[in-house]
């Protein structure tokens, strides 16, 4: 094996582990483990598209478990399949090297965290500790859905800023 290969071989190895262990800080933030798996595949993948085969083959990972990873990630707005002229192969891509700013700017989350904090702080007694801990925890919600429109201008002026020294 000549050293470019190897080098190319450890660099593979050393960027898939590093995916793993990123994988494994979402899903232990609650993102489903599978998808997180498949997120990171795509989005350390050098054309950020790939087909379910190398999916498969990437993650160590039946088709089936794929399958159901891509299909979460396209209801939830990161990735979306690209059909191949000539081929029975789909690609699955990420939308755009924004899809994470996308996926804030139209997700409901904290919108819906504080509709449910809420519903829960209902049923405790007025004027209760754990009335007031529930609902400062939805209003918690509350502000970072009013802030995150903001944030995401801000990111955008950054991301902008940012490419202007490349």
Known sequence: MSTDIGASLRT???????AERTAAAFAAAGFPKMPARTLLALVSSEQGSLTAAELSERLGASAAAVSGAVR????????HRVSQPGSRRDLYALHTDEWYVVSMRNSPVYEKLAALTDATAETLPEGSAARARVAEMAR???????RMPGLLDDWAREREAGSDHH
């Open 140 to 146: 918690f919600y509350r502000f970072l859905n009013s």
């Open 12 to 18: 593979t190895e050393l960027t898939a582990a590093a």
């Open 72 to 79: 979460y990630l396209q209801t939830v707005g990161f990735v």
